[in-house]
């Protein structure tokens, strides 16, 4: 089994190889085929958050190192433990890694993405940068039907973080504006997934020219570049007053500062991204323009059957995708940091 790993934070990934594990229990062993790379991925590697004044949220504790990242996984059923049940060995799987810890009530209410006691591959268990990965039930298998091996991967998490954000505001924006901030990999998952959710006029901010021309292409009515002289104005002037939502795919300081700038009365607010920092914030303009504004982390597992089955119907656009060779682990992520990256880059061992 071989494996690109964290063996410093912030160091280049190293190459391990050891034995292929065997599964127990009810435990899942699939072999690779393919492992998206996200931008989260960079904050893991680098060991911290930004929290904006010079702040960082550490995230090294409780992980022990050499460690494999990697949540965008699909792959082929390679061994069942004994007690396993649900797939065959051959099986093709896309892997539900917002594992949590199954037994508290966030868990049993159907959160698991949000359990206090999280088990996510590959940001709290060895992930998918790897040849194997193993997968604690086959609950967390689901079927893609005849998606591409190297797109699937990318719905388990750029596609079900979307999915989870735009879910949250499809009722606000039902024959109005949506403003969608940033068009990288998330971001661009969720164009395409607002298209196929959605009955609302899709707006794409992001200062990267070549992004804009991308989204345009494939389908946003409208593009912004928030860099721009008056782009708040052409926003306010696309939607008569104010996009009915914002989601920003960014989370930086500028991103979530531009998204509040362009809400409308009444509007919401979802924050995706984890790119870092801080803003200020008028409280005053929370009640005065009755304004929602909260965020939103991946998706629960219902989320994701809703989600694979939208995309096996064929109802959602693919989003570009660049396939590179396991061993690019390292420069993937090095362009991805340097915003290098349209679409998805995804490993395949």
Same mark, same amino acid.
């Given at each position: 089994?071989?494996?690109?790993?964290?063996?410093?934070?912030?160091?280049?990934?190293?190459?391990?190889?050891?034995?292929?594990?065997?599964?127990?229990?009810?435990?899942?062993?699939?072999?690779?085929?393919?492992?998206?790379?996200?931008?989260?991925?960079?904050?893991?590697?680098?060991?911290?958050?930004?929290?904006?004044?010079?702040?960082?949220?550490?995230?090294?504790?409780?992980?022990?190192?050499?460690?494999?990242?990697?949540?965008?996984?699909?792959?082929?059923?390679?061994?069942?433990?004994?007690?396993?049940?649900?797939?065959?060995?051959?099986?093709?799987?896309?892997?539900?890694?917002?594992?949590?810890?199954?037994?508290?009530?966030?868990?049993?209410?159907?959160?698991?993405?949000?359990?206090?006691?999280?088990?996510?591959?590959?940001?709290?268990?060895?992930?998918?940068?790897?040849?194997?990965?193993?997968?604690?039930?086959?609950?967390?298998?689901?079927?893609?039907?005849?998606?591409?091996?190297?797109?699937?991967?990318?719905?388990?998490?750029?596609?079900?973080?979307?999915?989870?954000?735009?879910?949250?505001?499809?009722?606000?924006?039902?024959?109005?504006?949506?403003?969608?901030?940033?068009?990288? !990999?998330?971001?661009?998952?969720?164009?395409?997934?607002?298209?196929?959710?959605?009955?609302?006029?899709?707006?794409?901010?992001?200062?990267?020219?070549?992004?804009?021309?991308?989204?345009?292409?494939?389908?946003?009515?409208?593009?912004?570049?928030?860099?721009?002289?008056?782009?708040?104005?052409?926003?306010?002037?696309?939607?008569?007053?104010?996009?009915?939502?914002?989601?920003?795919?960014? !989370?930086?300081?500028?991103?979530?500062?531009?998204?509040?700038?362009?809400?409308?009365?009444?509007?919401?607010?979802?924050?995706?991204?984890?790119?870092?920092?801080?803003?200020?914030?008028?409280?005053?303009?929370?009640?005065?323009?009755?304004?929602?504004?909260? !965020?939103?982390?991946?998706?629960?597992?219902?989320?994701?059957?809703?989600?694979?089955?939208?995309?096996?119907?064929?109802?959602?656009?693919?989003?570009?995708?660049?396939?590179?060779?396991?061993?690019?682990?390292?420069?993937?992520?090095?362009?991805?940091?340097? !915003?290098?990256?349209?679409?998805?880059?995804?490993?395949?061992?």
């Amino acid at each position: 089994m071989r494996s690109l790993q964290i063996a410093e934070y912030g160091k280049p990934l190293e190459a391990f190889d050891k034995t292929e594990p065997v599964p127990e229990g009810e435990a899942v062993l699939v072999k690779i085929t393919a492992s998206g790379v996200c931008h989260s991925d960079v904050h893991i590697w680098e060991g911290f958050f930004d929290l904006g004044g010079e702040r960082k949220a550490d995230i090294t504790r409780g992980r022990a190192l050499p460690f494999t990242m990697g949540h965008e996984i699909v792959g082929e059923v390679a061994a069942l433990g004994p007690e396993a049940k649900g797939v065959r060995v051959g099986d093709k799987r896309i892997v539900y890694p917002w594992i949590g810890c199954g037994e508290c009530p966030v868990c049993r209410r159907g959160d698991e993405h949000l359990c206090p006691k999280p088990q996510q591959l590959g940001v709290h268990k060895d992930g998918g940068y790897a040849s194997h990965v193993m997968v604690p039930h086959a609950r967390y298998l689901y079927d893609y039907g005849e998606v591409p091996d190297a797109l699937a991967c990318t719905y388990a998490c750029s596609g079900i973080t979307a999915y989870g954000a735009l879910n949250k505001v499809k009722e606000i924006v039902k024959g109005q504006h949506l403003l969608i901030v940033g068009a990288g !990999g998330v971001g661009f998952a969720g164009l395409m997934l607002a298209q196929a959710m959605l009955d609302a006029t899709i707006i794409v901010a992001d200062i990267d020219e070549k992004k804009l021309a991308q989204a345009k292409a494939s389908g946003a009515a409208h593009v912004v570049n928030p860099a721009a002289e008056g782009a708040r104005k052409q926003v306010m002037a696309l939607t008569g007053g104010g996009a009915a939502a914002v989601v920003d795919f960014v !989370g930086s300081s500028k991103s979530a500062a531009f998204g509040l700038s362009c809400l409308a009365a009444n509007a919401s607010m979802v924050v995706v991204g984890l790119f870092g920092g801080s803003f200020e914030l008028s409280t005053a303009l929370l009640p005065l323009k009755n304004l929602t504004l909260r !965020g939103s982390i991946t998706g629960s597992p219902a989320e994701m059957a809703a989600l694979m089955e939208l995309v096996k119907g064929g109802l959602v656009k693919p989003l570009p995708v660049t396939a590179r060779p396991l061993d690019q682990a390292q420069a993937s992520l090095d362009d991805l940091r340097q !915003g290098n990256v349209v679409g998805r880059v995804v490993l395949v061992p």
